[in-house]
């Protein structure tokens, strides 16, 4: 993907307030795994979304290479067992290509989620982002709009329910810098 396609599309969403979704997405996923709400919420999202959409294809070939890894690596543990030791080594490779793309597609899941909770964000002004940014505001209400959803919150409501909101105002302030 290249950069000049997020500039274009995200370029407008203050760089501070990516930089806070993305690690409080990576930290709640790391907290407490994924589901099916976050999957399809995004996915519709998305899907409109020339780069979140070139994001998820990207994603779906990592899943891919990192299932084919995961059998590489269980026949040739099995292949071992029963042939030769050789095999080992087809099993630990199998098993590094495994782990790295799984990362890959977790970091990729986690940047288009992050991108989509920023724009929700500066659209419904949380935390103070819509006033401290009017052109973003502006722009993200565009985007939501744009891709059929006005100024709905479907990822925040599924991260950050309504009820909870206040408690996480401070940590998505604006700084002052």
Same mark, same amino acid.
């Given at each position: 993907?290249?950069?000049?396609?997020?500039?274009?599309?995200?370029?407008?969403?203050?760089?501070?307030?990516?930089?806070?979704?993305?690690?409080?997405?990576?930290? !709640?996923?790391?907290?407490?795994?994924?589901?099916?709400?976050?999957?399809?919420?995004?996915?519709?999202?998305?899907?409109?979304?020339? !780069?979140?959409?070139?994001?998820?294809?990207?994603?779906?070939?990592?899943?891919?290479?990192?299932?084919?890894?995961?059998?590489?690596?269980?026949?040739?543990?099995?292949?071992?067992?029963?042939?030769?030791?050789?095999?080992?080594?087809?099993?630990?490779?199998?098993?590094?290509?495994?782990?790295?793309?799984?990362?890959?597609?977790?970091?990729?899941?986690?940047?288009?989620?992050?991108?989509?909770?920023?724009?929700?964000?500066?659209?419904?002004?949380?935390?103070?982002?819509?006033?401290?940014?009017?052109?973003?505001?502006?722009?993200?209400?565009?985007?939501?709009?744009?891709?059929?959803?006005?100024?709905?919150?479907?990822?925040?409501?599924? !991260?950050?329910?309504?009820?909870?909101?206040?408690?996480?105002?401070?940590?998505?302030?604006?700084?002052?810098?």
């Amino acid at each position: 993907m290249k950069q000049n396609d997020f500039d274009s599309e995200f370029g407008f969403l203050p760089p501070q307030l990516v930089f806070k979704t993305h690690e409080f997405v990576r930290a !709640y996923h790391d907290g407490r795994g994924s589901g099916w709400p976050f999957v399809r919420k995004a996915h519709i999202r998305a899907e409109r979304s020339g !780069y979140l959409s070139r994001l998820e294809r990207t994603v779906v070939a990592q899943r891919r290479v990192f299932t084919a890894a995961i059998s590489t690596a269980v026949c040739s543990l099995i292949a071992a067992a029963v042939w030769s030791l050789w095999f080992v080594i087809l099993t630990a490779v199998a098993c590094v290509i495994a782990i790295r793309f799984f990362r890959l597609a977790k970091f990729n899941l986690i940047q288009e989620r992050a991108l989509i909770l920023a724009i929700e964000m500066v659209a419904l002004d949380f935390a103070g982002w819509g006033k401290a940014s009017p052109f973003a505001k502006e722009q993200a209400e565009s985007w939501l709009h744009r891709i059929g959803f006005a100024t709905g919150t479907n990822l925040l409501d599924a !991260y950050i329910p309504a009820s909870r909101r206040a408690a996480f105002v401070d940590d998505f302030r604006p700084s002052e810098a």
